[in-house]
Nanobody, 115 residues
Framework: QVQLVESGGGLVQPGGSLRLSCAAS????????RGWYRQAPGKERELVAT???????NYADSVKGRFTISRDNTKTTVYLQMNSLKPEDTAVYYC?????????WGQGTQVTVSS
């Protein structure tokens, strides 16, 4: 089993920044991809940013140039640096991991962008 715990969400004004963290524990050796998704009210969950199994990154068009996904040297914690936030970035952000036989989700952290 793998456990994912997010932190770092909150309320921020438009144009502001937040950094989300996702700490993985358990059988992390089973993980071969990590990333972030989000779900806004009344909308489907969508990909925000991911690391592929080869280590390259992939971003949604709506966040390119504003968000950056990174990870620590041990690869247990993945971060999402969010700059130039917009009201349309308001959503619950979920940490995601793909293992050898299943995928895993964190509990989600709320990000609200509002003046």
């Amino acid at each position: 089993q793998v456990q994912l715990v997010e932190s770092g969400g909150g309320l921020v004004q438009p144009g502001g920044s937040l950094r989300l963290s996702c700490a993985a524990s358990g059988n992390i050796f089973r993980i071969n991809r990590r990333g972030w998704y989000r779900q806004a009210p009344g909308k489907e969950r969508e990909l925000v940013a991911t690391f592929t199994s080869g280590g390259s990154t992939n971003y949604a068009d709506s966040v390119k140039g504003r968000f950056t996904i990174s990870r620590d040297n041990t690869k247990t914690t993945v971060y999402l640096q969010m700059n130039s936030l917009k009201p349309e970035d308001t959503a619950v952000y979920y940490c995601h991991a793909v293992g050898t036989i299943r995928e895993y989700w964190g509990q989600g952290t709320q990000v609200t962008v509002s003046s």
